[in-house]
């Protein structure tokens, strides 16, 4: 292989979705789910859309594209996460103390407060996971702080403010972040909702992928049959985790996985090399914020070290051609906002088919059928 920007997965096999990548993205636990949000007045699917000529320009049968910058209003699919994470806490506490589990109504009506009023959440986020976090916890009446590295934007700040939360500026990047929120929340007591998992902390990162499973069950609803090649952009894998493995538990045979990522933050392009959990070999210095990331989210492992086919990076200067491809579209396909790290995924899928080489390894052609995930909207971020 010529090409220094994508890698195959050696360990990418006709593995079954067995017991190991259950614990990671259960299936199971969906329907439960959907019936859950239908409570939440504020919910409603996320639109799917095609782009026909773009497939035609890319040379591919079809793209599709899930567009959460609509998601509950909030612009990300983050939202689907931290809300989750901080009700599944919750919840947990009061089946505790009763032996039985509340409904989501009880726990809203905040009759249990005797049980989940003291609860402090905390995180760490490059921006929009802290917002969704910050969103849970002002919907329970709880309080939350929100640590935030130095270059997440004034804007992201102001949303996680506006939403109730505390803000704690490290003088760092997003794993100084999950550092320093760690260290604070030992010392005083706090409860941290986070994304990313390290040893011993899986459970959470469980809940928050759990809620983002909802957008894959979507988009498997509105799209028969389906895709053959799905395109995901990677910050610690928590999105890629629950899109690949929500769509291997539900397909047979599953579609290509290729993860994509920033040059400077290729945690899981350097995780694929050398076989296991490692750091990124950049500085993760980017403008796509929510894949700022240098470490993996190890609890992820089974599903995306195990099965995502291919891991490729991008270049910074693809970031706003490709927002604007989105926002101004050819021929009769729609318009999409998409922030930096929203547009990711398919700035991945146009560097791939603007190379022959890689475009013909992915196996991909013009009955191919690839998704797309719109992660963020254009979120204050510049025009596009
Ligand atoms: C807009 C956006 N897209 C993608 C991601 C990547 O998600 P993950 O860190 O779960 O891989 C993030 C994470 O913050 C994000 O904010």
Known sequence: MTLDWIDRNPRARALPFGRDQQYVVNPN????????????????????????????RLGVGEVRIKDESQRFGFGAFKALGGVLA????????VGEAYRSSPTFEEVLSGEHRRITGDYVFTTASSGN????????????GNRCIIFLPKFTSADKEAAI?????????????????????????????????????WEGYEDTPRSVMRGYTVLVEEVIRQWRPGPTHVFVQAGVG???????????????????????????????????????PT????????????????????????????AADWFMTIEEDRVAPTRKLLAHPLDGDPAI??????????AGLVRVCEDDEAFKMLHLDKRSRVLLINSEGNLGEGDA
């Open 29 to 56: 636990g969906v329907p439960e789910l959907l019936d859950m949000l239908k409570a939440c007045p504020v919910h409603k699917e996320t639109p799917l859309y095609a782009l026909p000529a773009l497939a035609a």
């Open 86 to 93: 901080v009700y599944d806490k919750l919840s947990g506490a």
């Open 129 to 140: 996971h802290g917002r969704s976090v910050a969103a849970g916890a002002k919907l329970f």
């Open 161 to 197: 403010r506006a939403r109730g939360a505390e803000v704690i500026r490290v003088d760092g990047d997003y794993d100084t972040a999950v550092a320093e929120c760690r260290r604070q929340a030992e010392a005083n007591g706090w409860t941290i909702i986070s994304d990313t998992s």
């Open 238 to 276: 928590g999105l890629a985790a629950a899109v690949f493995g929500y769509l291997w538990a539900r397909y047979e045979p599953r579609p290509r996985f290729i993860v994509v990522e920033p040059e400077s933050a290729d945690c899981w392009f350097q995780s694929n090399r050398a076989g296991k």
């Open 279 to 306: 750091s990124a070999s950049g500085n993760a210095d980017t403008a796509m914020g929510g894949l700022a990331c240098r470490e993996i989210s190890p609890v992820t492992w089974p599903v995306i070290g195990l």
């Open 337 to 346: 906002a998409s922030g930096p790290s929203g547009c990711a995924g398919a």
